[in-house]
């Protein structure tokens, strides 16, 4: 063996950090582009003219609802981790999906968020205190390096993907479903779309169910756990794919989206509209995929462009649309602020 051996990793090219540096300034500005795009055609004179209905108390209900939503999403994830071994309560794990969501609010992707639970988690003890806190520190101060991640934060981040998923999947089955319903307003093909979406999602969830149940492709995917270090990861996946769970799965994961939905429905609803239901269960779940793309901070502009376009074909006001979302994406803050007592427990 030799002493001089060197470990030689190819350079990055510059135009790669110049990028990765400016990125998160380029998200911001077309975060504020959008969203100056959806205001820029308001005619706030003559909408303050028209004497809007304000209805100040649907603001109440929509907060209540998009609330219900994070700690929905919170037990879910919560029920996944203490069912791979994380002993945490309950409680501990809502209070960090509360605080993951509000991190994703100021980061221009969820992988901040995402990243924050799934690392703390593996620091909290069965009484819900972190320990190992400065290990911890250093592990959430450097980028997330999963190859060489200890099995316990693989298993962490495992459960957080497969959470996510569910998330996915309740959002494209609601997404579907919205488009039978109210497709045809959309496009001649708007209803057939929906019939197509709500059946490669029931097919996927079938297919995968039937990998879980039969043996010999379920120790094939045992075997591939243990590959990637994961060993424990399958009880979850059962949980939340095996048959008939994955009915119970797929019904809490499409509540969750509906309670967005109503978030957004009682928005407007504050501003005196009756939005269609049907075009809300179109336009926020194509939201969320478009969501998925890293170009704007939180969704804020893109939300705005997108919705007041979609409820548009619905006669819906472009302008209270936009407002409606504003108030929309400032409830989703503020449904989140109780994870700041986390973040801000451990300064």
């Known amino acids: 063996m030799s002493s001089h051996a060197k470990s030689t990793s190819k350079p990055i090219p510059r135009w790669k950090v110049v990028l990765k540096r400016a990125w998160p300034t380029i998200r911001i500005l077309l975060s504020i582009g959008l969203l100056w795009k959806a205001t820029s055609g308001i005619d706030w004179h003559a909408l303050l003219d028209s004497q809007i209905q304000m209805q100040p108390w649907w603001f109440l209900a929509a907060l209540l609802s998009m609330l219900s939503a994070f700690i929905c999403g919170g037990i879910r994830w919560g029920f996944l981790m203490r069912k791979v071994g994380f002993q945490a309560s309950l409680k501990n794990f809502i209070a960090l999906y509360l605080a993951g969501g509000l991190i994703n609010q100021g980061l221009p992707s969820t ?8 690392i703390t988690a593996t620091h909290l003890n069965s009484s819900g205190n972190l320990v190992e806190e400065k290990q911890l520190d250093e592990e959430l101060h450097q980028s997330v390096d999963l190859e060489h991640a200890t099995p316990k934060l693989r298993l962490s981040f495992s459960m957080v993907l497969v959470d996510r998923l569910l998330g996915l999947a309740g959002n494209n089955l609601l997404g579907g479903i919205g488009l039978v319903l109210g497709g045809a307003t959309l496009a001649v093909w708007g209803k057939d779309l929906g019939y197509a979406v709500t059946g490669v999602m029931v097919f996927a969830g079938l297919l995968i169910a ?111 649309t936009v407002l409606a979302s504003i108030s929309y994406g400032a409830i989703t803050v503020i449904s989140v602020l109780p994870g700041a007592y986390l973040l801000l427990k451990r300064k």
């Open 111 to 118: 992988l901040g968020g995402d990243s924050y639970r799934a």
């Open 210 to 320: 039937f990998i879980l149940a039969w043996g010999p492709t379920c120790n094939l995917l045992q075997k591939l756990l243990n590959r990637l270090q994961m060993n424990d990861a399958l009880p979850g996946i059962k949980l939340a794919f095996s048959w008939p769970m994955n009915i119970a799965q797929a019904v809490f994961a499409i509540g969750i989206h509906l309670l967005t939905i109503l978030t957004l429905l009682f928005c407007l609803k504050a501003y005196g509209v009756d939005a269609p239901i049907e075009g809300l269960m179109i336009g926020l779940p194509a939201l969320s995929l478009l969501l998925m793309l890293p170009i704007s901070i939180s969704g804020w502009g893109l939300r705005e462009a997108t919705l007041s376009s979609v409820l548009a074909l619905w006669g819906v006001n472009p302008s209270i």
